[in-house]
């Protein structure tokens, strides 16, 4: 019998991403002193792991379903701002082609968009929506909440820098530009607007989620 699929994520590595195989997570780790990586049974459980902080993950095992919120724990969060926009990325591999994009949260009319671009990550992809959304909801002097569900994306943000580790070329150099232009908006705008984490496992995916899982 086949051994189940296993999706290996590197959180500090070279470079740090997402992969299929344990050859192509040995070759991202290899060198790499104090290298932060962990298998999962899913690729949409990786990428949640993947969004979030190795200490998060770090001496807990992985399980195949993920738990199941009881309706008194779901209740708990309350209920989604509908008075918001939702940003969202994704990306066909890690790197790979990658979009990203805003929706209003209530209708999920598309307000922005940008891409697919080549080799990019996720995560990239994340900061450069969240920065899109603010600069989107100050031209239009909204005082709506912004959700996201990238907590990476969120301290980039905070600390005005995009903190990858992502290997700049010629292919990717437009997506390089971006978070050139995003890091110097960061830099030199203030804003009002709060940045709100999307509860998905009470609410389901963001309204911008681009429905690859």
């Not at 929706?103 to 922005?112: G, K, M, N, S």
């Not at 030199?188 to 690859?212: L, M, S």
Request: charged share 25%.
């Amino acid at each position: 019998m086949a051994k189940p699929k296993k999706y290996y994520v590197v959180w500090f590595g070279n470079p740090a991403g997402i992969y299929d195989s344990w050859k192509k997570c040995q070759a991202a780790i290899k060198g790499i002193s104090g290298a932060q990586y962990m298998s999962f049974v899913s690729q949409k459980e990786a990428k949640v792991a993947y969004n979030k902080d190795y200490k998060d993950y770090k001496g807990k095992g992985t399980s195949k379903k993920k738990k199941t919120l009881s309706s008194s724990e779901k209740a708990s969060y309350g209920e989604p701002n509908f008075y918001s926009i939702s940003v969202d990325a994704a990306s066909s591999g890690n790197p790979g082609k990658m979009e990203y994009r805003g929706v209003d949260t209530q209708t999920q009319r598309q307000l922005f968009h940008q891409g697919p671009f080549e080799k990019g990550t996720n995560n990239v992809g994340e900061f450069l929506a969240l920065v899109h959304g603010l600069a989107y909801l100050q031209k239009h002097k909204s005082d709506r909440i912004l959700y996201t569900d990238s907590r990476i994306a969120m301290g980039w943000v905070k600390k005005k820098r995009c903190n990858t580790k992502l290997a700049w070329g010629p292919k990717n150099k437009s997506i390089l530009e971006l978070v050139k232009r995003a890091e110097a908006w960061l830099k030199t705008n203030t804003y009002q607007t709060h940045i709100v984490k999307w509860e998905t496992k009470a609410w389901g995916e963001i309204p911008a989620d681009f429905g690859r899982k």
